[in-house]
């Protein structure tokens, strides 16, 4: 019905890495593999191979250079098997640590197998909370080794490495505090920190499209607040969100929210902006949502003199089809000044610490707001070259580095966080010449000079045009010049490209203005943390542009 | 959600170069290996650490690419299982499970310790032992762990009930004989007062028994399971929501009221003078506005899976929209649009996913997306599948949209029909041409209009594509666009692609049976013959069917003014007749009599365009074409009866539909793989049509669930709170304790909570008895009802 029949990782050169097989017999990584690589790149998350037996639904994740598969027979949820994956993915990762590497998964195979086991059991999933498992599965590897070498008595509990420290007191886990870790179904037991650490990472990716004219058509920051606790025993916490508009902004801009399980729902829709939780233990994503950059204001086309601002840091615009031959086009990158500062001051904007100033929020927001200026980094530009276009033949950048190569398609300017501060309010500019087809240019001349006749611009449809009305001008062949430049100008405009992308990163500076207003642990609640204990809390903003912004022409 | 290992690759900047450098290192073995007398030497050692050394390199082994035998060890690693060491029990069940197939006698040696730690102090190990001997492939033990299951029903632990319940799956499937005994535990798992039990429960049942099984075993925990639902995990949630939805198909008929349509104020004044005559009973039908009356229970279902929107789970939330959809789309739908859409924010590889289903609810009730159509502006980065359904999406929704939306579709579509890419330039081409579907006059004509500029392209590919939509919005009603036809005739001039051209040149033939265009087409003839050679082989074909049909236009004109001439004068039909004759010439004779006919009789052009037309195809080198002009000249040789050359040239041709391309889809379910595939696959779910009003069980029927909370005593009431409140009540306790004083404080309440779970075990196992009873009375009711 709907079980995982088995879960495969390959390796970043395609070579297997694992097999796991939880029901059934299903087809090998091997044999699965070239006839995944057999369809067309880039391949869909699902392939119907019927070609197998019995025929195979091949689920797919590519994920930090590992291909992960999950065979399957009949048809289920694909969601279900996906969704499985990814879960699998941050497990592994939980583990064997960030990133995910081939090699880390082959020098702990013992440590794989029980994830891999306890995640579904015998086709059915059955624990998926990567903290949850760190209470089943047996880790001890780096102190078993440490015990043995030193001479120690060796007893390594079932507990996980990094508490293992004490679990050299505690030799054998009481059953009683087993039993008691599932009362949080996302918590593992017997947390216990020397440091009480936690930290907010708030992550919002930009997808803007920009209409030629420099209108935003659509522009969305999907956020992703990433939460990290390394608090001992049980905290309660509540993180209270803002916005520049005040609290009840919060509800307007973050929109269609998605929440990890252990927030409280009720809470949130009672006071939206307020997320009352009790966190996993470690690094997860607290919750997820949109914003819309531009608000609820309709798209007309008739208040072209309110162009909405939408604050970026860096836009692209592209000019095409210039020169005599209409051979050239020009990429104008434009940089708020807001965002450039000195690249000196970047890696302390990037944590402001809340401990102090939690209890002002006012003066958190001061801090974080000028003191020091966000800065625009790892600028790149892309802009997708036609596949018809043989060569270009002159990239000019006024700042940066600009490469081509033929084989992928994208032209990429790069610019560097020092000549990202030297671009003035003017912008950079980036001109390239692009060269056709070769061998066809008589050819084309012959035939544009006869298209030329063609170019209507407003071809009205109007029922009541009659055949003969219209005279079809039969003395436009008068000056060849021109007839030939602007037939190659129409020629060249197929060789144009459509678009252009920035992708940039922004520490310190969020597109939407959400920031944590507060972030309280609340000691009557909580319980297992000691006395006195105010754990250490941080708060980063971090804004990413892969390709987001993008701009047509 | 973004999964976590996304999130933090955007945070570590190390990260990207980490994966560069691995990527780039041959994979390396990481320890060394030892030879299987020394691995055996290490099992066998009284050393922890040396026995824990071995698992390991024994399970690296296992599952080193490619495998290295490790079968030889299964005496050795066995043996291991009599240590006491907690921490080598996980990778023995591992390795046992793995090889149990493969060597069944020796795996049956094992039994007897696995089953001795399924009584075990420790929960955990009690959950490993029972998981693990239900995981080895061997029929034999199956009512062994049959037994074991039923005593990890009745366990005072729930992780141990949670293992019994994922048991209860492989035991059937090791043996399918002891499905009626595993039934039984189910039915005692399903009514579990623990959510993370039930879940498990319910996935299991659904593994089982399937979504079509034994409903009686559903009806008394139905609106337990349905408030439970926002707290059991996400495979559990998922599990219920695909039971509940067959469930409610299978047991809430579809019941609707007729409701008096709310009148507007003219309608009103119409009524009142209508009132005077008798009205028709069809109109009285349209006065009414059907509304669903939706079972209690079913109201309970549907709002009790509201919350799970908002689940980090993208499964989850397709699986609530897919009861929402198929049980009550006009009140519950609109709540799910938006996490449908916030699922647009996943992973490339879910995103896709999500897009199918998308442009399923799309397909039945596009409103609902038309808020959201920013959402599916294309991206240039996209990958082609996902553009092409954001496409699919924008053209459904088009109808729906204000004028302004309508305006930002139309410029995104003609923005990607200029694309490098071919198949974008076909999709979007294709796009316009379902907008231009349009009822709204208007818009279509702008829909047209902005195909017509697509003409003017230099782009072949984007010239053919739209030449193609426009023939075939022409087709669906030519009347309206004579002129077009004739404005596109113009463009032959100058139009370079041949698929255009051919497109083209079929429509003038099409309209030359139409009165108004017969001159035009006869000229555009005249013009494309002389270009004849240099033409491709597809316009050349359409220029001979033109001629064909041009010419068979002109014979029945001429036969029509006969027919009316001869009817005003007798004489002269008969020598129109015998000059008809005469002009009949078959092939072999040639040319000199033709000549001879032509001196007889003043040629006409279009005779002669006929005539030249089959030179020309006689000597083309394409077999193809000359068989074709062979077929048309025998059609046409008999210049009086053009019967049959018209049924077979002038016929009226079927109006091209275009519908959009998921369209064929559109039977299959949402959410399943068959929807993403495209082809009907094996499907062990399928939604069953509404029960017939009459035929559902009673509703009394899931009464009993109540009843037997009663039964079960406080305590149980006691336990229906969910884990946040739970969690709550216990923090609200224990407040400002020292570490150590809480963990005494929570080994006490677990003993308490332990004799909780002993009584109330009693009370499930006394009403399990109870529910039995029950059970055959529902039975009979069911029978009854069908007596009735």
Sequence with gaps: MSAIEALYILDEHNKPTLEHVYTGHPPSA???????????????????????????????????????????SVDTDPLFVLEFIHRVADALEEFLGSPLLASKIENSYDVVAQVLAEMCDGGSINTTEANVLRDVVETSTWMGKLLGGVGL?????????SSSAFALQKPSLPPTTLASGTAIPWRRSNVRHTSNELYVDIVETLSVTLAPSGRPLSAFANGSIAFTCKVSGVPELLLTLTTPSGRTGVERSMQLPVFHPCVRLARWREQPGTLSFVPPDGRFVLAGYEVDLLGDQPLTTSNKSKVPNLNLPATVSVQTGLGSYGADFEVRLNISTRFVGNSSGLSSSAMSSLSNNLNRPSASRAASGDAKTPVVENLVVSIPIPPTVRNISDLRPSKGEAHWDPGDGALEWRLAAKEVASVGSAGAVLRCTVVGPAGDEDVEDA????????RVDTYDYD??????????DTNTVTNGKIEKDVGRVKQNAVLMPTSATVSFSVKGWLPSGIKVDSLNLDIRKSKGLGEGVRPYKGVKYLTVSRGGVEARC | MESLSRISSLLETARDLTLEASASLPSRRPIKPLPPVQIKKLLDSRSERDVLDGLRRVIAMQYAQPPQPTLTFFPAVLKTLSNPYPSTRPLVYNYLIHHAELDPDTALLSINTVQKSLSDQNPRVRAMALKTMAGIRVPVISQIVSLAIKKGVSDLSPLVRKAAALACVKCVRLDETTRPQ??????????????????????????????????????????????????????????????????????FPRRTKRTKRVQTREQQAKDFYEDLEPREEEEQETEYDEQEVMDQDLTLFLTSIQPLLQSRNSAVILAVTKAYLYLSPATYLQHAIGPLIALLRSPQDIQQVALHNIVQVCLVHPQHFVPYQRHFLLKSTEPSDIRGLKLEILTLIFPFCSKEIQNLVLAELEHFSRSPDPSLVRESVRAIGRCAQSPNIATSRRCMTLLLNQIHSSDHNLVGEAMEVIRHLIQRTPNEHRKTVVRLAKNLDHLTSPTARASIVWLVGEFAGLDIGEGVAADVLRILLKGYVGEEEGVRAQIMLLAAKVYLGWLNSRKNTNGNDGAVDGGNADT?????????????????????VSEIEKPQPIELLWQHTLLLARYTPSYHLRDRARLYRALLSTPSSTELASLLLLAPKPVPQAPSPSEARRDYLLGSTSLIVGEGLRSVDSLPDWIEEGKEPDSGVRDEGEVRQEYGGKVEGAKEVSAGQRLDEVLATKKGK?????????????????????????????????????ESESDDDEQAGLVR
Excluded at chain 2, 584 to 589: A, H, N, P, S, Y
């Design chain 1, 153 to 161: 008595p060796s007893s390594s509990p079932a507990l996980n490495a």
């Design chain 2, 576 to 596: 129109g007749l015998i000059s008809s004759g005469t002009n009949d010439d078959g092939e072999d004779r040639g040319f000199r009599e033709e000549r001879a």
């Design chain 1, 447 to 454: 035939a544009a000079a006869g298209m030329t006749n063609l």
């Design chain 2, 182 to 251: 595993v039934e039984e535990y189910l039915a005692v798992l399903l009514g579990d007062k623990q959510y993370y039990v039930a879940g498990a429960a319910v996935q299991a049942f659904v593994e089982v028994c399937g979504t079509d099984g034994k409903l009686e075993m559903i009806h008394p925990c139905y609106r337990r399971l349905c408030r439970m639902v926002v707290d059991m995990d996400e495979w559990g949630q998922l599990a219920w929501l695909r039971l509940g939805t067959v469930y409610a198909r299978r047991c």
């Design chain 1, 30 to 72: 091997s044999t699965l593999l070239p006839l995944y690589l057999a369809h067309p790149s880039p391949r869909s998350s699902l392939i119907y191979l019927p070609s197998t037996n019995p025929p195979t639904l091949l689920f797919s994740v590519l994920q930090d250079r590992l291909l992960f598969f999950s065979p399957c």
């Design chain 2, 738 to 774: 020292t570490l150590d004083a809480w963990l005494n404080d929570e080994e006490e309440s677990e003993d308490e909570s332990g004799s909780e779970d002993a009584t109330s075990e009693e009370g499930t196992e006394g009403s399990s008895d109870e529910e039995s009873e029950y």
């Design chain 1, 463 to 472: 029922e009541s045009g009659a055949y003969q009305s219209s005279t079809p």
